[in-house]
């Protein structure tokens, strides 16, 4: 760890886009620009610090109802995929908009919280469900692990681990040796070897428990750390190869986040709790990624703001499947 630890303060953050909602997930394409989840039902090109375009999401000409776009892959054939939190399906998106649905069920069940969408460097899609309970405060709770990872390839999909614990965002290491997972209410990133179209068994990379608020994205840098948006905690946590572990972003309300882990805890929490929490810089801070033509800037998605707060790493970002 060269360059680590390193901390940063509101007065580092520069901030790109304007007028999102919900702006979750985000993805740096190498040409500068960002793609953004966005809750209006489609996804914003933010392209450059003036010009962004809004791009809602149609199925055969029409605007889709209901939908909202939570974990985005910019894929290696140029369209996005999208799994889709608001219509429960996951789903190819062409940049003008236009949807096609892969899967919306999987062992002749509907799919559950879609959350996340990763494509590996043979174009196959891995995706979350958090949990097959589709209430969601219903499913995050600490005794509960309801959710899974799924395998969407030549055209049909599978379950590849299953009984986790709200599973979020999935990260590949640099070799597609392990897939990562934030396990949002197991408090902890655990990782599964990859074996062909298939998944070891889970074991925790890091602490067993990360403390303070939830794991919700993550993202690898050039030299094998991990690092996770901690959403209620408003904190980025990095988790170094050797396991240590840093916080190099703290923006939290002490008072609020340790009523909300004391609800957490009794399982009584609500979403209006959960909400008491947002900071200023990137309002329930939800994911992660490297961008910039160095890979040295970070963005970071959220719930509950309506721009993206960004800052230089000392460390370049590892590069994702859609940039090599």
């Known amino acids: 760890m ?12 520069v901030y790109v886009g304007s007028e999102l909602t919900r702006p979750e997930c985000v993805i740096a394409d190498k040409d500068g620009s960002l793609w953004v989840s966005d809750g209006r039902g489609g996804v914003t090109h933010v392209i450059d610090k003036g010009h962004q375009e809004f791009i809602p999401q149609t199925l055969d000409g029409k605007i889709i109802e209901g939908s909202m776009p939570n974990g985005l892959a910019l ?51 891995w995706f979350t469900v ?13 005794d509960i692990a309801a959710g899974y990872i799924g395998l969407y390839a030549n055209g049909s999909a599978k379950i590849v681990a299953d009984n986790l614990k709200f599973p979020n965002e999935i990260r590949f290491d640099a070799d597609e040796e392990y897939l990562y997972v934030a396990e949002t209410t197991g408090k902890r990133v ?62 939290g309300n002490a008072t609020a986040i340790s009523d909300i882990e004391k609800c957490f805890s009794d399982c009584t929490l609500t979403r209006e709790q959960l909400a008491t929490a947002k900071g200023t810089i990137a309002p329930l801070t939800s994911s992660i990624a490297f961008g910039g033509k160095d890979l040295r800037t970070v963005y970071l998605g959220c719930l509950a703001g309506n721009r ?11 590069p994702m499947a859609h940039w090599i």
Not at 102 to 116: P, R, S, V, Y
Not at 308 to 318: L, T
């Open 2 to 13: 060269t360059e680590l630890p390193f901390y940063i303060y509101e007065l580092d953050v």
């Open 75 to 125: 894929c290696a054939n140029g369209s996005l995929a999208v799994a889709n939190m608001g219509t429960g399906r996951l789903e190819v998106m062409a940049k003008s908009g236009e949807v096609e649905v892969l899967c919306d069920a999987i062992e002749g069940q509907a799919l559950g919280i879609l959350n996340f969408v990763l494509e590996d460097k043979s174009g196959q899609l």
């Open 130 to 142: 958090s949990s097959r309970n589709p209430e969601f405060m219903e499913s995050f709770r600490p």
């Open 190 to 251: 655990r990782r599964m070897k990859v074996v062909g179209d298939q998944l070891g068994k889970p074991e925790v990379f890091g602490p067993n428990s990360l403390g303070d608020g939830f794991p919700d994205g993550i993202a690898f840098d050039a030299e094998g750390n991990i690092w996770v948006a901690m959403v209620v905690a408003e904190k980025i946590i990095v988790i170094a190869p050797n396991q240590q572990t840093y916080t190099v972003l703290d923006a």
């Open 308 to 318: 993206i707060a960004s800052f230089r790493s000392p460390v370049a970002g590892q």
